[in-house]
């Protein structure tokens, strides 16, 4: 009985409820996507029933990427 429960939980998290798409890519969920800006970065939240899911970050702002880099260059004093 054990092995046939995870052999089923097993085989529903191989299929999951990713779509896949004629490219060859995968939609990951049908819901609403909506583009947030909070403290001058831009994050992805999904809305399901009105309610939000969660929010993650894109990756691809230059004002994180800026804030990261000086960063970098104190802890590289600090060390110094």
């Known amino acids: 009985m054990k092995k046939m429960i995870f052999v089923a939980l097993t085989a529903l ?3 999951g409820c990713d779509e896949r798409l ?3 890519t995968y939609r990951p ?3 609403a996507y909506k583009v947030y800006v909070i403290d001058s970065c831009e994050y992805y939240g999904i809305l399901d029933n009105g309610n939000q899911n969660f929010l993650a970050h894109k990756g691809n702002c230059r004002f994180c990427k800026e804030r990261r880099q000086k960063e970098l ?5 600090k060390l110094k």
Do not use: A, P, T, W
């Open 13 to 15: 998290m191989m299929v």
């Open 22 to 24: 004629q490219d060859g």
């Open 29 to 31: 969920y049908s819901g």
């Open 73 to 77: 260059e104190e802890l590289v004093i």
